[in-house]
């Protein structure tokens, strides 16, 4: 009889996770939630730099001079700025269950995690939505295309030798005539300076508009022999959350042809965040939050310790930004004493980091 009543005797609270408990008994209620998780989000801008050769870069050197032309065409990426954020969340692998009378005490966030206890006034964050949308700034091109860029005819009216058919303008003509111009241009802002020198140009303004103009045309010129670069900016953002112990991760990488692209896309080169926990604090909270209490952890109420760390981007062995930031899950997790939870006392939790951020006796 003795044996038959005491397997019957229902069994309350909770001392670890459920997962970790095996089978529960289908009558043992109570209230989950989470203790949340930091991720961390990083802003990207990066600059293409495209080069288009010259049409004409072969004849640099022999008409104008300038050596080492450029002939191929090119694209490059580089990366102007990156900025380092952090965001909380649930973590999937702290969930608990609040047990027994606790379970009718505690407040949640919006977003599972535990916000306070015994504790009506306890402010919780919003949740928020950031897109990580890419988004592009206009484009910084220049507008000049070396297909409309020519007042030279590309055929030119035949004669009484070839039977008056049209002719082709060799590239070697067409190179030569751009090659005046340039000099043309150049010897025209020498005669305007001139003029304005010896006072014989009546409107200063006139003279500037002038100037400028005869430059810009000297400039498109040129740039049939040396190329022209174009630039355009985008902006790109990445989120990653690491595990608990984890040093570094590719994050997205840069490709030459495609830029800023994410981190499976095996073309580009790895762009790394790698962490650098602060010594010896993970070690000192677990040592302090230990319990000699055999009923720790019955109610099923937890809270975090949260760890510190050092966080760098890094691309090619250089640093791209660093920041040092709180990360929860590089911290410690502990239950909140049972001596606390008799509600004698109001509990607030921070809930970005699942700290405690006040105990308070009502």
Request: aromatic share 10%; charged share 20%; proline share 6%.
């Amino acid at each position: 009889m003795i044996i038959a009543v005491m397997l019957v005797i229902p069994t309350f609270g909770q001392r670890k996770k459920k997962e970790d408990e095996g089978i529960a008994p289908a009558y043992v209620e109570g209230i989950a939630y989470a203790l949340p998780r930091t991720g961390i989000k990083v802003h990207v801008e990066a600059i293409r730099e495209k080069f288009e050769p010259g049409p004409y870069a072969a004849y640099a050197q022999q008409l104008l001079g300038i050596k080492d032309a450029r002939n191929r065409a090119s694209v490059k990426w580089m990366v102007s700025a990156v900025k380092i954020e952090t965001f909380s969340e649930p973590d999937p692998q702290q969930v608990y269950k609040a047990m027994g009378d606790i379970a009718a005490t505690i407040s949640l966030a919006p977003n599972g995690c535990l916000a306070g206890i015994n504790s009506a006034g306890t402010a919780t964050m919003p949740l928020q939505v950031q897109s990580n949308k890419t988004f592009q700034k206009p484009n910084l091109d220049d507008g000049f295309s070396f297909d409309y860029f020519s007042d030279t005819p590309f055929l030119i009216p035949g004669d009484s030798t070839n039977n008056f058919r049209p002719t082709a303008v060799g590239m070697e003509q067409k190179a030569a005539e751009a090659a005046q111009r340039v000099l043309d241009c150049r010897m025209n802002q020498y005669d305007l300076a001139a003029l304005r020198i010896d006072g014989e140009y009546p409107d200063g303004k006139a003279y500037e508009v002038s100037l400028a103009e005869l430059k810009s045309t000297e400039q498109n010129y040129i740039k049939l022999f040396v190329g022209r670069t174009t630039t355009k900016t985008e902006t790109f953002s990445f989120d990653y959350v690491p595990e608990a112990n984890e040093k570094n991760a590719v994050i997205f990488r840069i490709s030459d042809e495609n830029g800023v692209v994410p981190a499976s896309d095996l073309s580009g080169k790895p762009v790394m965040v790698e962490f650098e926990q602060v010594a010896g604090l993970l070690a000192k909270y677990q040592a302090e939050a230990a319990s000699d209490n055999p009923d720790a952890g019955y109610d099923g109420v937890y809270y975090r310790m949260p760890g510190v760390a050092n966080i760098k981007v890094i691309y090619e062995l250089n640093s791209l930004a660093s920041a040092r930031a709180t990360i929860a899950q590089f911290g410690s997790i502990a239950p909140v004493p049972e001596e606390l939870l008799g509600g004698d006392y109001s509990i607030e939790f921070h809930t970005e980091t699942g700290a405690i951020k006040s105990v308070q006796l009502k």
